[in-house]
């Protein structure tokens, strides 16, 4: 079993940068690829990000393409997800996801995940 746990959100003004943390249970974990999702009141949940189990490929939605940057410490069990020039529709809830797949296939369907947590919030003010 799974468990995550995000942190590091907060309120920023836009043009700002925060840096969020997926921390992991589970010996499992390092061998998961992991997404980020984002929800936003009243929205669907949408992707965010993703990488493989080894780091080696990742995976961006256009929207936050060169803004955000997804890596991962398998020997601390944490994912992380670096968001600068932030803008206001960057506000959501963000959850962590992992998905309980062998190989180094990303994906940004978040019915393919298998584990969540239970989200930060990340708030962008103008």
């Known amino acids: 079993q799974v468990q995550l746990v995000e942190s590091g959100g907060g309120l920023v003004q836009a043009g700002g940068s925060l840096r969020l943390s997926c921390a992991a249970s589970?010996?499992?974990?390092?061998?998961?690829?992991v997404g980020w999702f984002r929800q936003a009141p009243g929205k669907e949940r949408e992707f965010v990000a993703a990488?493989?189990?080894?780091?080696?490929?990742?995976l961006y939605a256009d929207s936050v393409k060169s803004r955000f940057t997804i890596s991962r410490d398998n020997a601390k069990n944490t994912v992380n997800l670096q968001m600068n020039s932030l803008k206001p529709e960057d506000t959501a809830v963000y959850y962590c996801?992992?998905?309980?797949?062998?190989?180094?296939?990303?994906?940004?369907?978040?019915?393919?995940?298998?584990?969540w947590g239970q989200g930060t919030q990340v708030t962008v003010s103008s």
């Open positions: 996801a992992a998905r309980v797949f062998s190989g180094t296939v990303v994906v940004g369907d978040p019915a393919r995940y298998d584990h």
């Open positions: 990488i493989s189990w080894n780091g080696g490929i990742t």
């Open positions: 589970g010996r499992t974990f390092s061998r998961y690829p």
